[in-house]
């Protein structure tokens, strides 16, 4: 093993794919020449050249739409939009396309492909460029949707996505592209299932259940709780869809309690949506509401401080945590 | 006296190409067959509609000159078709049985367009490399980009040859989809099939300039315009089109003015192509009034016996909803949408 970031996670997770399989194409804005916004893709149009590593106009409908095309015609499509934001502009092809093709044509037509693309809040970018839509997509039967929050998760879902047979939506985190991780070397074949989430650090008294960025908020908070003497579990629910409702529901009936954390908005978002699941078939293991940390219901402001006060805080899943685990649990 | 001068001009204009074109008789018989084959299906899936037996769905009529042309040229099973919903001519003439457009319409469990799982009129087929998913105008044509830039990049020589009414060039996706065949010279044919009215909205009230094809100089392509009631004159077009699709030269808009006819059943129009072409055959004898009687007759025949066959078909098991949302081996814990691949807990 060794230490790399999560953009050169990414960019193995696409290059060890090129190599393996001559079907796999990229496709996308900037990605040559700019190497891609953020930089994931630098490098791949020399190595692969500029018809399998293809820069488009800026169009985001025809990035989706071709890619859509080139997978019904046999091609493995990686499709990078500039931001997810921006893919609200391709968001017929991704809804009414990609995710019916199989079921509209009784499984004789597919599409497998991927589409990659940044979300999040946090580094200024105002109230358009600032946004974490998963749950758009998620509500979407046919598409798979799905947010890692490591390098190693970053690579080996990504391979993964790209084998799959199915349309995929790999949604990464803008502040996420430059934390670093241990992924094993490059060439060493591995890939991390699309279906399946991961605990992320034991405890007995509370569970915290996240995704994405959120996940490393959700560690810091589990340290500082721990130093009071409650043990928070935290559960990565990496894939929002197909969600891994045994891994929250195992937690919860450990700890009898859930923080659901996320940057997104409260309302109809995947928070809610975990929280519901989990009140549905964990019911009788919940011995307290479930709490949930949120994004402030606005569109993401510009002032840095203003920015600070709209998404969640370490400390805002501390005060969550403490709302519903007894101060006899803390010693 | 006016009138039969101008018949005569029409089929010395017809004796040309076809000589142009080098068509034997017979392949103008298959030409005239097809067209007629779509007419006697269209004017069954009518009947169906008007029983309610169907929703849904939009006739070829008039058009079938216009979509029999267009994919005379087309290599079936090595390019890739993309229709809109009022292809059904373009459908048939490259093989798609009728019996799979009447299990279609009726939705029954063998259709093997979809299972029974998509609206009629949004057909598909995996090895006549018919790719639908159009029941939003235009986003066809960006699939067609895609499929050429995939055929282009695996050298297959395939092109991809779209559908689409005039309408659907005011949406965003035509004008994407143009400027990206464009800007890579794809192997691809953007074929509109202008009837002048997009529903209810005229052509003068959906764009500035007078003709689809005006908007291929914004793309850098060959703009055509084609009579589409002449399927002599759609085959030459739609040969030019492949020709340069295949070699390497990109995309053509090729836009075929296309009549609109009245209702099946009244008088016979002297703009329908299904009735300029026999009167043509005729006169040139190539086709017999009895051996066109005969012609219809054996096609009724047939096509009455494929509808009786779908109607007696058997819907889709409901036990079955959750089939081909995903691949069959695609595992998820999901428990909440078997679908999914999840169980019931």
């Not at chain 2, 005011?170 to 691809?188: I, K, Q, R, T, Y």
């Not at chain 2, 030459?236 to 090729?254: Q, V």
């Amino acid at each position: 093993m060794r230490t790399i970031t999560y953009r050169e996670a990414l960019r193995e997770a696409m290059r060890e794919e090129m190599l393996r399989d001559e079907r796999v194409i990229v496709i996308g804005e900037d990605i040559d020449g700019y190497g891609g916004t953020y930089a994931v893709t630098k490098g791949l149009a020399d190595e692969f050249g500029r018809e399998r590593v293809r820069d488009t106009p800026l169009a985001e409908e025809v990035i989706v739409g071709a890619a859509v095309g080139a997978a019904m015609a046999g091609m493995r499509p990686v499709a990078e939009l500039m931001t997810m934001n921006f893919s609200l502009l391709a968001s017929d092809q991704i809804v009414n396309t990609a995710a019916k093709v199989r079921y509209m044509f009784g499984g004789q037509t597919h599409v497998p492909m991927v589409i990659r693309m940044p979300a999040g809040g946090g580094a200024q970018r105002g109230a358009q460029h600032s946004q974490t839509l998963e749950s758009w997509y998620a509500h979407i039967p046919g598409l798979k949707v799905v947010m890692p929050a490591t390098p190693y998760d970053a690579k080996g879902m990504l391979k993964a996505a790209i084998r799959d047979e199915d349309p995929v939506l790999l949604i990464e985190h803008e502040l996420l592209y430059g934390i670093k991780g241990e992924v094993p070397d490059e060439g060493v074949d591995f890939t991390v299932p699309l279906n399946r989430g991961e605990v992320r650090r034991e405890g007995r008294d509370v569970s915290l259940i996240t995704f994405s960025r959120c996940v490393h908020l959700c560690m810091q908070a589990a340290e500082e709780l721990a130093k009071e003497g409650i043990e928070a579990e935290v559960v990565d629910m990496r894939c929002i869809r197909p969600i891994d409702l045994d891994l929250a529901l195992d937690s919860v009936k450990k700890t009898n309690r859930a923080v659901v954390v996320e940057e997104g908005w409260k309302y109809y978002g995947t928070g809610q949506g975990f929280a519901a699941l989990i009140y549905e078939y964990g019911f009788d293991d919940l011995d307290a509401p479930i709490q949930h940390v949120t994004g402030v219901d606005v569109p993401a402001p510009y002032a840095k401080n203003l920015e600070k006060a709209a998404f969640p805080v370490r400390n805002d899943i501390i005060d969550a945590v403490k709302r519903i685990v007894p101060q006899r649990v803390a010693r | 006296m006016r009138r039969q001068d101008d018949e005569r001009m029409r089929f010395a204009r017809l004796d040309a190409r076809r000589i142009t074109l080098d068509l034997q008789a017979d392949d103008l018989l298959r030409a005239y067959r097809n067209m007629l084959r779509a007419r006697l299906v269209d004017e069954r899936l009518a009947e169906l509609r008007a029983q309610g037996y169907a929703a849904g769905g939009a006739s070829c009529r008039g058009h079938e000159a216009a979509q029999v042309g267009c994919v005379e040229p087309l290599n079936v099973g090595l390019d890739y078709i993309l229709p809109y919903y009022r292809d059904l001519a373009a459908l048939l003439a490259i093989g798609m049985p009728p019996e799979a457009i009447f299990l279609n319409q009726l939705s029954r469990a063998t259709d093997p367009i979809s299972g029974g799982r998509m609206r009629p009129a949004q057909w598909n087929s995996r090895a006549l490399r018919v790719v639908s998913a159009s029941g939003l105008v235009a986003t066809q044509t960006l699939h067609a980009a895609g499929i050429a830039f995939a055929a282009k990049l695996r050298h297959e020589n395939a092109v991809a040859v779209t559908f689409f009414g005039e309408g659907a060039t005011s949406e965003g996706d035509f004008h994407e989809a143009l400027n990206f065949a464009g800007l890579h010279h794809l192997p691809v044919i953007f074929v509109c099939e202008n009837n002048g009215i997009a529903l209810s909205t005229p052509q003068s009230a959906q764009m500035s300039v007078a003709h689809v094809a005006d908007r291929a100089a914004g793309y850098g392509m060959p703009g055509v315009i084609v009579d589409g009631s002449d399927v002599l004159a759609v085959i030459g077009a739609a040969r030019e089109a492949f020709m340069r699709a295949r070699s390497g030269l990109g995309p053509t808009l090729l836009e075929v003015i296309v009549p609109r006819l009245g209702p099946a059943g009244s008088m016979p129009d002297p703009h329908d192509p299904v009735e300029q072409l026999r009167v043509y055959l005729i006169s040139r004898g190539d086709l017999s009034p009895e051996a066109d009687a005969q012609m219809r007759a054996d096609l009724a025949a047939g096509l009455d016996a494929a509808l009786k066959a779908a109607l007696a078909a058997p819907l889709p098991d409901p036990a079955t909803v959750g089939e081909h949302l995903f691949a069959p081996d695609s595992a998820s814990p999901s428990p909440t949408n078997p679908a999914d691949g999840g169980k019931e807990r």
